[in-house]
């Protein structure tokens, strides 16, 4: 565990800021099913049973009733644009049919790809993220050890993704990385966590690529710019062993993101040369 890095060496951004921002992304009304289990303010029905009755007891808690919240129990399934616009609709009585050319460029549907998912969109929090997404962001010791042994019992949990739209496609494995978490990456790995991943969210882009209307060149700075693959992530945060697990796992050194940048463009990007 550690603090979250910057890409930009003009923008230090320690975990403490990037907690509060999303913690004021997420919504302090929403009564989701997963802020009950865990929430940012780092409590929650999981972390009681851990307080009370250590790994034993969230061990089994998870094997026996956490199953429900999956898909196939567990395995996961593929998941289209309607499974997604319950999610977004959720607060209302009746889903909203986007048109597709009223879609904002940053909006998930514009770029919609069929994919795996674990966790079910309809427990999932107001940030489209999953209970798993939720403790490593929380970022303490039993919070980490939670998380491992959510793993544990359901490795399927690790290749899903953040689907909401300013973090969209951040996966458990980007937010371990981003927090120096080199165990938990190491779990995620071995579940069968995407190691080309791509975060594409707004929040991820460089300030003057945020707004409908991004500039023609941008000078990446920005609050978390880090390259979208989570190997990017790794050389921004001068992660050697991280890095070459990724390595060993597949991960291509030359896939671009979108602006064509590779990993030693980042390096330069990031001033970790």
Same mark, same amino acid.
């Given at each position: 565990?550690?603090?979250?890095?910057?890409?930009?060496?003009?923008?230090?951004?320690?975990?403490?800021?990037?907690?509060?921002?999303?913690?004021? @992304?997420?919504?302090?009304?929403?009564?989701?099913?997963?802020?009950?289990?865990?929430?940012?303010?780092?409590?929650?029905?999981?972390?009681?049973?851990?307080?009370?009755?250590?790994?034993?007891?969230?061990?089994?808690?998870?094997?026996?009733?956490?199953?429900?919240?999956?898909?196939?129990?567990?395995?996961?399934?593929?998941?289209?644009?309607?499974?997604?616009?319950?999610?977004?609709?959720?607060?209302?009585?009746?889903?909203?049919?986007?048109?597709?050319?009223?879609?904002?460029?940053?909006? +998930?549907?514009? @770029?919609?790809?069929?994919?795996?998912?674990?966790?079910?969109?309809?427990?999932?929090?107001?940030?489209?993220?999953?209970?798993?997404?939720?403790?490593?962001?929380?970022?303490?010791?039993?919070?980490?050890?939670?998380?491992?042994?959510?793993?544990?019992?359901?490795?399927?949990?690790?290749?899903?993704?953040?689907?909401?739209?300013?973090?969209?496609?951040? !996966?458990?494995?980007?937010?371990?990385?981003?927090?120096?978490?080199?165990?938990?990456?190491?779990?995620?790995?071995?579940?069968?966590?995407?190691?080309? @991943?791509?975060?594409?969210?707004?929040?991820?882009?460089?300030?003057?690529?945020?707004?409908?209307?991004?500039?023609?060149?941008?000078?990446?700075?920005?609050?978390?710019?880090?390259?979208?693959?989570?190997?990017?992530?790794?050389?921004?945060?001068?992660?050697?062993?991280?890095?070459?697990?990724?390595?060993?796992?597949?991960?291509? +050194?030359?896939?671009?993101?979108?602006? !064509?940048?590779?990993?030693?463009?980042?390096?330069?990007?990031?001033?970790?040369?």
């Amino acid at each position: 565990m550690g603090n979250i890095c910057s890409c930009s060496s003009a923008s230090q951004v320690n975990a403490g800021s990037i907690l509060d921002r999303v913690i004021s @992304q997420a919504s302090d009304e929403d009564q989701c099913i997963l802020y009950r289990l865990a929430n940012y303010k780092k409590g929650g029905e999981l972390i009681d049973a851990y307080n009370r009755g250590g790994q034993i007891e969230v061990e089994q808690l998870i094997k026996t009733q956490f199953g429900v919240f999956m898909y196939a129990l567990g395995k996961g399934q593929v998941i289209n644009r309607a499974e997604y616009l319950r999610w977004k609709f959720r607060d209302l009585d009746k889903v909203v049919l986007p048109i597709e050319a009223s879609l904002s460029r940053f909006d +998930p549907l514009a @770029q919609w790809n069929d994919h795996e998912a674990c966790w079910q969109m309809q427990y999932r929090g107001s940030l489209g993220e999953t209970l798993l997404h939720v403790l490593i962001i929380c970022d303490t010791r039993s919070h980490t050890r939670i998380a491992r042994t959510l793993i544990k019992c359901f490795p399927r949990l690790a290749i899903d993704v953040v689907e909401g739209e300013e973090y969209l496609g951040a !996966g458990a494995l980007h937010l371990a990385i981003a927090y120096n978490n080199n165990e938990l990456v190491q779990d995620l790995v071995e579940a069968g966590a995407i190691v080309n @991943q791509r975060a594409i969210g707004s929040f991820f882009l460089p300030k003057d690529q945020q707004g409908q209307i991004p500039a023609k060149n941008t000078d990446y700075e920005g609050l978390a710019y880090l390259g979208e693959y989570p190997l990017a992530w790794a050389a921004c945060c001068a992660n050697e062993s991280v890095y070459n697990l990724l390595l060993d796992s597949g991960a291509d +050194p030359d896939e671009q993101d979108s602006f !064509g940048n590779m990993i030693l463009h980042m390096v330069v990007v990031g001033d970790k040369l």
